[in-house]
């Protein structure tokens, strides 16, 4: 019997440790994403002070041993409601770009793959939406369905979807009448088979650029509607309100009110942004020869 010995190692577990030697900087993000993952899921149980708590004999207290973001103007720990804010916004922006890339792609797909009359239509309705500042019309959306955390999800999925929807177009338009697509028709594949199989995994790449791109972009959207009052609700800890809380009192001194909650949320913002590449590299198949 021969005493070679295969390895049981998964092929993309050794992609992803590839990705991550070649790419130091993709590296990193996904460190940082692990830890805005860790407040998230055991914010709430980690944290040193109940976020929800008030007491006015310490309001207003700088950063200090005890309370290491200081506590805002109800007496209420603002490292803890940082921490758990995390949960809530990553929520929201997770859930939103989800709802965008489905119905994107699927639109997308259809259009570049079968084009005609559907193709036409979906261009106008897409220039529609973009016709308007993606910002003020989340904000209609929003003042019209009410400040809900499921309206702003919806919000910023339908302001997002223009993005998935042309890019997918493109991408599929393309490569319909590739070598490798006539094959898969001649071998019998149907035209959704060779969408879901042969097409659509060679328009990922791209898209998860975009994804990582939208995802701090929805972080920021939605903490720019609480910013504005069209949001999440006080007390809910979220960061857009902090912010526009902590605002108030920069003039009077108490600077770390409006700091933390938006060096956390810039934080968040780079981690996405610092892994596009990454994520188009895990999910390119050209990557994986």
């Given at each position: 019997m021969s005493n070679k010995t295969i390895s049981t190692e998964p092929k993309f577990s050794s992609h992803i440790l590839y990705i991550m030697r070649d790419n130091p900087v993709t590296a990193l993000s996904f460190v940082m994403f692990g830890i805005l993952m860790v407040c998230a899921i055991f914010g709430p149980y980690i944290v040193p002070h109940d976020p929800l708590v008030t007491n006015t004999s310490i309001a207003l207290t700088p950063p200090s041993a005890s309370h290491w973001f200081g506590t805002d103007n109800l007496g209420r720990d603002v490292f803890s409601r940082v921490i758990v804010?995390?949960?809530?916004?990553?929520?929201?922006?997770?859930?939103a770009v989800a709802l965008s890339f489905v119905i994107g792609s699927l639109l997308g797909a259809s259009a570049g793959y079968w084009g005609g009359w559907l193709d036409a239509v979906l261009n106008r309705i897409l220039d529609t939406i973009m016709a308007f500042p993606l910002f003020v019309l989340a904000m209609g959306i929003v003042a019209a369905l009410g400040n809900t955390i499921e309206n702003i999800i919806y919000?910023?999925?339908?302001?997002?979807?223009?993005?998935?929807?042309?890019?997918?177009?493109?991408?599929?338009?393309?490569?319909?009448?590739?070598?490798?697509?006539?094959a898969a028709k001649l071998a019998g594949n149907s035209d959704i088979r060779i969408l879901a199989v042969h097409i659509f995994p060679n328009a990922l790449p791209p898209m998860m650029v975009q994804i990582s791109l939208n995802l701090g972009w929805a972080i920021l959207n939605a903490a720019g509607l609480s910013f504005i009052g069209l949001g999440v609700r006080p007390p809910t800890p979220e960061w857009g309100i902090m912010v526009a809380e902590g605002a108030n009192f920069v003039i009077s001194g108490e600077w770390w009110l409006a700091l933390f909650p938006g060096l956390w949320l810039m934080f968040a913002v780079f981690t996405f942004n610092l892994m596009g590449d990454g994520l188009r590299d895990l999910v390119d198949p050209r990557k994986r020869t």
């Amino acid at each position: 019997m021969s005493n070679k010995t295969i390895s049981t190692e998964p092929k993309f577990s050794s992609h992803i440790l590839y990705i991550m030697r070649d790419n130091p900087v993709t590296a990193l993000s996904f460190v940082m994403f692990g830890i805005l993952m860790v407040c998230a899921i055991f914010g709430p149980y980690i944290v040193p002070h109940d976020p929800l708590v008030t007491n006015t004999s310490i309001a207003l207290t700088p950063p200090s041993a005890s309370h290491w973001f200081g506590t805002d103007n109800l007496g209420r720990d603002v490292f803890s409601r940082v921490i758990v804010a995390t949960r809530l916004d990553l929520s929201i922006s997770v859930a939103a770009v989800a709802l965008s890339f489905v119905i994107g792609s699927l639109l997308g797909a259809s259009a570049g793959y079968w084009g005609g009359w559907l193709d036409a239509v979906l261009n106008r309705i897409l220039d529609t939406i973009m016709a308007f500042p993606l910002f003020v019309l989340a904000m209609g959306i929003v003042a019209a369905l009410g400040n809900t955390i499921e309206n702003i999800i919806y919000a910023t999925a339908v302001i997002n979807i223009p993005f998935y929807a042309r890019l997918v177009r493109a991408e599929v338009n393309i490569r319909r009448d590739a070598g490798f697509v006539q094959a898969a028709k001649l071998a019998g594949n149907s035209d959704i088979r060779i969408l879901a199989v042969h097409i659509f995994p060679n328009a990922l790449p791209p898209m998860m650029v975009q994804i990582s791109l939208n995802l701090g972009w929805a972080i920021l959207n939605a903490a720019g509607l609480s910013f504005i009052g069209l949001g999440v609700r006080p007390p809910t800890p979220e960061w857009g309100i902090m912010v526009a809380e902590g605002a108030n009192f920069v003039i009077s001194g108490e600077w770390w009110l409006a700091l933390f909650p938006g060096l956390w949320l810039m934080f968040a913002v780079f981690t996405f942004n610092l892994m596009g590449d990454g994520l188009r590299d895990l999910v390119d198949p050209r990557k994986r020869t």
